[in-house]
């Protein structure tokens, strides 16, 4: 895969829409080519952005937020998922009674 093609596929894979062996291909490019690299952590910033503002409720860390992606696409998907959903749930919990202690301390 080159750079083209690379860059024609940022979008659908931070929205998961490629298969298996294209997402294989595009991680590959991308962890060789610190070109593409950079562009998808533009992209992959923007999008979560937008999720956010979308009222998403996942929490992002956008300074890991490319390497997070990368690892999840390169990982054993089923425990992987699992624990990633794991994660996000356990940092959402967090964030929950974070809220709801400020809430009390407010009022
Ligand atoms: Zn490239």
């Known amino acids: 895969m080159n750079c083209k093609q690379a860059q024609r596929l940022l979008v659908p894979y931070i ?6 062996k294209e997402e294989g291909e595009f991680v590959k ?4 080519c610190p070109e593409c690299y950079e562009e998808l ?6 999008f979560a952005g937008i999720r956010q503002l979308d009222g998403a409720e996942e929490t992002v860390n956008y300074r890991t937020l490319v390497e997070d992606s990368l690892e999840t696409s390169e990982a054993d998907v089923q425990d992987e ?9 356990l940092r959402a919990a967090a964030i929950m009674a974070l ?3 400020i809430v009390r301390w407010l009022f």
Request: hydrophobic share 45%.
């Open 99 to 101: 809220i709801y202690m």
């Open 81 to 89: 998922r699992f624990l990633y959903t794991y994660v996000l749930f």
């Open 41 to 46: 952590e533009v992209y992959a910033t923007v």
């Open 29 to 32: 490019h991308i962890r060789h």
């Open 15 to 20: 929205n998961g829409e490629l298969d298996e």
